[in-house]
């Protein structure tokens, strides 16, 4: 009877305690435009989970990366995007590393910088 006093008591507790941190999560979505306005990569991104989803979309590609993040702190975040899925008939694609830049909200995709990202 003890038990099952104490479990009603603490069972609660564990799922609001659960839920309560779900919703304090860190979330970023960004809207990233290319320098040259070809490339748009749509961020969405759990820092605290350390994960996201990346969209890529280039003259009619339209690419989807999970994006795994390997690097946190205030200022950078760096991952790895590997191919998900395709709304343009690819069906595999080559992982690419990502640096977001915070404070200058700037999206480097291996060596080619976006820009304007909001």
Known sequence: MNKLLLLIIVFPAIVFSENFYRFGDELIYRSCISESGNSI??????????????????FG?????????????????????????SRSGETKG?????????????????????????
């Open 61 to 85: 590609q339209d690419i989807f990366y999970d994006a795994q993040i390997t690097k946190l702190d205030e200022t950078i975040i760096k991952g790895i995007a590997s191919f998900k899925d």
């Open 94 to 118: 080559t992982s690419w590393i990502f640096t977001f830049d915070r404070k200058q909200e700037k999206l480097t995709d291996n060596d080619n910088t976006a820009a304007g990202c909001k």
């Open 41 to 58: 990569y749509d961020l969405s991104l759990n820092l605290d989970a350390r994960v996201g989803e990346i969209r890529y979309r280039y």
